[in-house]
């Protein structure tokens, strides 16, 4: 992990259960004094705490470690609000409808802000019978190339995954797909509308 567990974030988490130092310290079978430490950054909760202070706090380990609590105010699924997160060392691809605090190969990933396209990220959307063709005009090496282009719509999502030296286009259903997103591995995310 990029950081480690705040002594504020302790605090706030704990001062927001209603809980004293000393009832936090009973949950862990610690000192309050210990707590105190923490809290004033004097010390930090051993690795072995740290699940059971997440639970006693009531937040994941994961926000534990991002420093800020997570929020989901997406409860209606816009997908304007979607986010999207790549692994920069597995390549792995996660997709949120909503704030989330996501972690992957020991790293927290922000989620990728998508550029407009651009020059040399051209997207054409061809219609054949009842599917899309999605075709970028980009260079598809081992060394640059699009890694996913995924369509969404109101009711979800479809992800096809492309790999260099292959042509970059992919095939959506018709029909509620509204969005495209597209992944440069050396330039980032690109939206484009669909249709």
């Known amino acids: 992990m990029n950081q480690y567990v705040t ?90 409808s909503g704030q989330a605090v996501i972690s992957c190969c020991g790293v927290t990933l922000p989620p990728l802000e998508a550029e407009s396209r651009d020059q040399d990220h051209r997207v054409s959307v061809e219609l054949s019978e009842d599917e899309y063709l999605v075709t970028i005009d980009h260079e598809m090496s081992r060394t640059h190339y699009i890694s996913f282009i995924m369509a969404a719509g109101d009711d979800g999502i479809e992800l096809k995954k492309l790999y260099p030296e292959w042509d970059a286009q992919a095939r959506f259903k018709r029909g509620g797909a509204c969005l495209l997103w597209y992944y440069c591995n050396r330039h980032g995310l690109f939206r484009a509308g669909l249709g």
Not at 33 to 48: F, H, L, M, N
Not at 55 to 76: D, K, P, Q, W
Request: aromatic share 6%.
């Open 7 to 96: 002594g504020a974030m302790i605090k706030r988490l704990r001062e927001r259960r209603g809980l004293s130092q000393q009832q936090l310290a009973q949950r862990l079978g610690v000192i309050d004094k210990t707590v105190s430490k923490w809290e004033t950054g004097r010390g930090y909760p051993d690795i072995t705490l740290l699940e059971p202070l997440s639970a006693a706090l009531g937040v994941s380990v994961i926000e534990l470690f991002s420093g800020e609590s997570v929020v989901n105010t997406n409860r209606g699924f816009n997908m304007l609000r979607s986010k999207i997160h790549v692994c920069p060392i597995c390549g792995n691809v996660i997709f949120s």
